[in-house]
């Protein structure tokens, strides 16, 4: 028996399997506001693509972004914020405050500028016909990663790792991962070559100490180059 909607986002996931409670926090808040606010307003119909005969004006419509509520979701998540600021940096150990703080500020820098920049009309195309949108759809998704990676690295530095369970002894030669890393995977495409493309890998050491490391060692081995997928 399946409760509730399926988790589709795996940034989700990985907010879930942390060892900390993040009930009522606001960087739970913060990431439903991104999903929800952001996310929503950038879902892509099956005219956004471009293999479907159609005109440009179906097809600008379909990957524009309504920059009124786009400002109004940038807002929501600039307030929550700046309101929770202290509250999120007194969550997190204290040996781990310095990079936080950079996140946040980087959090908040990020926002800021996109605010006054729909204030100011620099980020909609000042001449542009569709002036109450945004064209550049992949820009407002870029938005929507990068505020989450933040948000899921702050939830990372909440973890205060001497509360976790150690590696059994029998195991602890073998390399480890305390924490999460993030690990960029190329592929090149057989079927065109050339071409490669990227998979963004993250690492969960909090949960997996063992097998994240192994990974990791692996890697700086060079093991997986060159090595076919199927």
Do not use: C
């Not at 991104?34 to 293999?51: D, K, P, Y």
């Not at 807002?75 to 700046?82: H, W």
């Not at 065109?192 to 063992?210: Q, S």
Request: no cysteine; proline share 6%; glycine share 6%.
């Amino acid at each position: 028996t399946v409760l509730g909607e399926p988790v589709t986002e795996p940034r989700l996931l990985l907010r879930n399997s942390l060892p900390v409670n993040l009930e009522g926090h606001p960087l739970v808040d913060l990431e439903d506001n991104i999903l929800v606010e952001l996310g929503g307003r950038v879902s892509r119909s099956a005219a956004g693509s471009r293999s479907l005969p159609q005109s440009d004006l179906v097809y600008q419509a379909a990957n524009t972004v309504d920059s009124e509520d786009l400002a109004s979701g940038i807002r929501r998540a600039n307030n929550v914020v700046n309101k929770n600021y202290d509250t999120i940096l007194s969550s997190i150990p204290d040996e781990n405050h310095q990079v936080a703080t950079v996140l946040l500020d980087e959090m908040q820098q990020t926002l800021n500028n996109w605010e006054y920049g729909l204030q100011d009309g620099s980020i909609s195309p000042p001449s542009s016909p569709w002036k109450p949108f945004i064209a550049d759809r992949k820009a407002v998704m870029d938005l929507q990663n990068d505020l989450l990676n933040i948000s899921g690295q702050l939830q990372a530095l909440m973890v205060d790792y001497a509360t976790i369970a150690s590696v059994p002894e029998e195991y602890r030669h073998l390399a480890q991962l305390r924490g999460r890393a993030v690990a960029e995977l190329r592929v090149r495409d057989a079927d065109k070559p050339g071409t490669t493309h990227a998979l963004t890998i993250v690492l969960d050491g909090i949960n997996a100490p063992i097998t994240a490391g192994n990974f990791v060692n692996l890697s700086m081995q060079k093991f997986y180059d060159e090595m076919p997928v199927q």
